[in-house]
């Protein structure tokens, strides 16, 4: 790999169509890792994909066939990369018709992913020993009024 000066880190996100199967998979995904280690990247972190439904439909021309996905498979991969090979590897991952869809952002080192926060017990009111003041609308306006002349 190059001078590390010159490299930056990305993350590419992708969808792989569900014609794929199940079984041929691991296979997909190591190619997909193999085009990324041939353009001199270095894998840091990774997701192996799983079997999502898309929020919307996702049209994608194939063979010249116009291709309907509503399901797919989500994964994502983190990797150190120069800046020209991520532009070729871009190119090259538009071209590759296993994938319905796919992101590639320049990101950071560190891990991202945000943590689950432990759900909290609904907060109970506590009485407070303070007496309850009520005001009428009247006295509100007055109020008001009077910081607003200041």
Known sequence: MEDTKDTRIY???????????EEHLPAEV??????VSAKGGVTIAEEFPRFIELAYRMDRTIAN?????THAYFGWMKFEMSP?????LGK?????DKLVRYTLFKTVRENTIASKRPIRESRKRVASDE???EMNKEE??????ALVAE
Do not use: S, Y
């Open 65 to 69: 066939r116009k291709e309907k996905f």
């Open 30 to 35: 190591t190619a997909l890792k193999d085009i």
């Open 11 to 21: 993350e590419l996100g992708f969808l792989m169509a569900p014609t794929i199967g």
């Open 140 to 145: 509100v306006d007055k109020e008001i009024d």
């Open 92 to 96: 090259e991952l538009a071209d590759n």
């Open 84 to 88: 020209e090979n991520a532009d070729a």
């Open 131 to 133: 007496p309850k003041v």
